[in-house]
Antibody, heavy 118, light 108 residues
């Protein structure tokens, strides 16, 4: 079965760091474009970052310089390292596969909640 | 950065009625990379429409998408009880992805 399972969310103080993981099954992370998308409580979807199959990475301006997307091919897992966290980073973080055949996010994880608060 | 605007913000309809949701882009978008998603409370988004008009696997044919350039539309021909949800449009271009603010379809 094709699926994504996120983990690593939790409560963190402003200025702190957290690493999210997204374990994939049924397909190979490194052969796909993989993204993180977040959703603040009661708000809409916001794209955060993408890593292409070739390894290039891109970020939303709101997280550039603070977040780093990466992957571990041996574990078939996607990561999001989040540093210098702010209250406005509080959100459910979803990992998603960009299906290159369909040109859209075709597989989504269930999400992991990150709360930045003192 | 391309900005997507969705209207209306909320659409109040009854089961069996037709829903027409609009997505407008601040500049021209490739139809190949315009998608629609459905999200229900507490759930992850689900892909409905890709390439502006193609239904994703398992999506009923009461959902249809159309449009090009800067104006796109999602139509639900006859609302079923399970269709009451929030709908987002999304575009991809220049290594950036953008979502619209969403349209909530609720029960009248």
């Amino acid at each position: 079965e094709v699926q994504l399972v996120e983990s690593g969310g939790g409560l963190i103080q402003p200025g702190g760091s957290l690493r999210l993981s997204c374990a994939a099954s049924g397909f190979t992370v490194s052969s796909n474009y993989m993204s993180w998308v977040r959703q603040a409580p009661g708000k809409g979807l916001e794209w955060v970052s993408v890593i292409y199959s070739g390894g290039s990475t891109y970020y939303a301006d709101s997280v550039k310089g603070r977040f780093t997307i990466s992957r571990d091919n041996s574990k078939n897992t996607l990561y999001l390292q989040m540093n210098s966290l702010r209250a406005e980073d509080t959100a459910v973080y979803y990992c998603a596969r960009w299906g290159r055949i369909v040109g859209a996010f075709d597989i989504w994880g269930q999400g992991t909640m990150v709360t930045v608060s003192s | 950065e391309i900005v997507l605007t969705q209207s209306p913000g909320t659409l109040s309809l009854s089961p069996g009625e037709r829903a027409t949701l609009s997505c407008r882009a601040s500049q021209s978008v490739s139809s190949s990379y315009l998608a629609w998603y459905q999200q229900k409370p507490g759930q992850a988004p689900r892909l409905l429409i890709y390439g502006a008009s193609s239904r994703a696997t398992g999506i009923p044919d009461r959902f249809s998408g159309s449009g090009s350039g800067t104006d796109f539309t999602l139509t639900i021909s006859r609302l079923e009880p399970e269709d009451f949800a929030v709908y987002y449009c999304q575009q991809y271009g220049s290594s950036s992805f953008t979502f619209g603010p969403g349209t909530k379809v609720d029960i009248k």
